[in-house]
C-alpha cells in the first residue's frame, strides 16, 4: 500500500500531511505517537469513513493497482477491514452474527451465507476464542470479549488490509499480549498488513514488525524505551 502526498483532516482543515510511504503485507506495523498528530484519522481516511483532503491511496494487488480514492464502499470492503475504538452500533446480535457481518462484502446486506462463508466465520472465531459464546448477545459481553469479536468480524471479511485503532485498550495485561501476538499472527500466515494504533509500547514492541510515526510526514521511528 502506497500513501502518495496524502493529507488528512476534517473540512478542509488538515490534520496531518504530505504523508508519504509504503506499507508492505506480512508485516504488523504499529502506529505511534501522542494524541492529536492524526493517528486515528489516517486510520478512518484509509477506511474510507472520511475523505481524504489530498492526494492518494495506492494498492496493487493481484498486478492491478486500485486508486483507493475512487473505489466504491464494497470494492473498499474487500480490501480494508477496521476496528475502531468505538463500541459496535448493533442491538439484538449475537457475537457470530456480528462476526458474519464481515462477509456482507461478498453476500450483500441480504445475502444468504453459503458453506464457505460459514467456514470462514467459525475459523475467525476459533482463531479468536469466541466460539465460546458464539450464542451470546453481544451487548452481555465484557469490552475485551466484545473487541476479540470485532477483530474475528476483521479477519472474516477476508481483506488483505486490517487496520484497528487501539485494539488492546480495553484488555488485561495478558488479553493485550494474546491480541498482538493473534494480529502478528494474522499478518505472517495470511499475507496480510496490519496496521495497528497503539499506546501500549512496552507489549506493542515485542511483536511489531515495524513501527511508523506521523511526524512532518510518515515516518519509521523506535519507540522510546
Same mark, same amino acid.
Do not use: W
Given at each position: =500500500?502506497i500513501?502518495? %502526498?496524502?493529507?488528512?483532516g476534517?473540512? %478542509?482543515?488538515p490534520?496531518?500531511?504530505?504523508l508519504?510511504?509504503t ?7 504499529c502506529?505511534?505517537?501522542?494524541? +492529536?498528530?492524526g493517528?486515528?484519522t #489516517?486510520l478512518?481516511t484509509l477506511a474510507?469513513?472520511?475523505?481524504? #483532503? ?6 496493487s494487488?493481484?498486478?492491478?493497482? %486500485? ?10 470492503a474487500?480490501?480494508? !477491514?477496521?476496528?475502531l475504538?468505538?463500541k459496535?452500533? &448493533?442491538?439484538?446480535?449475537?457475537a457470530r452474527?456480528?462476526?458474519? =457481518?464481515?462477509r456482507?462484502?461478498?453476500t450483500?446486506?441480504?445475502g ?5 462463508d460459514?467456514?470462514l ?8 476464542g469466541?466460539?465460546?459464546?458464539? !450464542?451470546?448477545?453481544?451487548? @452481555?459481553l465484557? *469490552? +475485551?470479549?466484545?473487541?476479540?469479536? =470485532? ?13 484497528? *485503532?487501539e ?6 495485561y495478558e488479553?493485550k499480549h494474546a491480541? =498482538?501476538?493473534?494480529l502478528? @499472527?494474522?499478518? %505472517? ?7 495497528v ?13 515495524r513501527?511508523i510515526?506521523?511526524?512532518? +510526514?510518515?515516518? *519509521?521511528t &523506535?519507540?522510546n524505551?
Open positions: =500500500m500513501l502518495d %502526498h496524502l493529507t488528512i476534517y473540512r %478542509h482543515k490534520v496531518a500531511g504530505p508519504d510511504g506499507l508492505e503485507a506480512n508485516r504488523l506495523v502506529l505511534i505517537g501522542s494524541n +492529536g498528530l493517528k486515528s #489516517l478512518r474510507g469513513l472520511q475523505p481524504a #483532503l489530498a492526494g492518494r491511496v495506492v494498492f494487488t493481484e498486478g492491478s493497482e %486500485h486508486d483507493c480514492t475512487n473505489l466504491s464502499a464494497e470494492a473498499r474487500r480490501l480494508f !477491514s477496521v476496528v475504538t468505538e459496535p452500533d &448493533v442491538l439484538n446480535l449475537t452474527e456480528v462476526v458474519a =457481518m464481515g456482507m462484502p461478498y450483500g446486506f441480504f444468504k451465507l453459503k458453506k464457505e460459514d467456514d466465520i467459525n475459523r475467525a472465531m476459533e482463531l479468536t469466541t466460539l465460546i459464546f458464539a !450464542s451470546r448477545d453481544l451487548s @452481555t465484557s *469490552d +475485551g470479549e466484545r473487541q476479540k469479536v =470485532m477483530i474475528a468480524r476483521a479477519i472474516a471479511q477476508q481483506t488483505p488490509v486490517m487496520l484497528l *485503532d485494539p488492546t485498550a480495553f484488555l488485561d488479553s491480541t =498482538m501476538a493473534l502478528r @499472527t494474522i499478518a %505472517h500466515d495470511m499475507s496480510k498488513l496490519v496496521l494504533s497503539t499506546h501500549d509500547l512496552d507489549i506493542a514492541r515485542r511483536y511489531a514488525d513501527f510515526t506521523i511526524d512532518n +510526514g510518515l515516518k *519509521d &523506535v519507540p524505551t
